[in-house]
């Protein structure tokens, strides 16, 4: 069983940055693959980012792909999503998913993908 907390949410003005951190408790995010999702008010929860823990290759969502960065920091445990030009549609809650991989360098953009997830951040981006 894997914990997963989220941090570093808050509020920003329009054109400004933020960065997310999501750390593993329980076991490490070894052999995992670790998303980030979103959902504003009013709507579905959608992918962001997500990357492969062993192999470290990623994919994004259209609507921040040159803007967010996904990273992951192995002797911390951690994965980080870093946010920068953000405009007031990024405003949602912001959650950590992860789920095992059984070898390769899979990782998934579909929420039912993933069988662990965090509490939630709010980011409110304010124009």
């Known amino acids: 069983q894997v914990q997963l907390v989220e941090s570093g949410g808050g509020l920003v003005q329009a054109g400004g940055s933020l960065k997310l951190s999501c750390a593993a408790s329980?076991?490490?995010?070894?052999?995992?693959?670790v998303g980030w999702f979103r959902q504003a008010p009013g709507k579905e929860r959608e992918f962001v980012a997500a990357c492969n823990w062993s192999y470290g290759n990623t994919g994004y969502a259209d609507s921040v792909k040159g803007r967010f960065t996904i990273s992951r920091d192995i002797n911390r445990n951690t994965v980080y999503l870093q946010m920068n030009s953000l405009t007031p549609e990024d405003t949602a809650v912001y959650y950590c998913?992860?789920?095992?991989?059984?070898?390769?360098?899979?990782?998934?953009?579909?929420?039912?993908?993933?069988?662990?997830w965090g509490q939630g951040t709010q980011v409110t981006v304010s124009s």
């Open positions: 998913a992860a789920r095992r991989v059984y070898g390769g360098s899979y990782y998934s953009t579909g929420i039912d993908d993933y069988n662990y």
């Open positions: 329980g076991r490490s995010f070894s052999s995992s693959a």
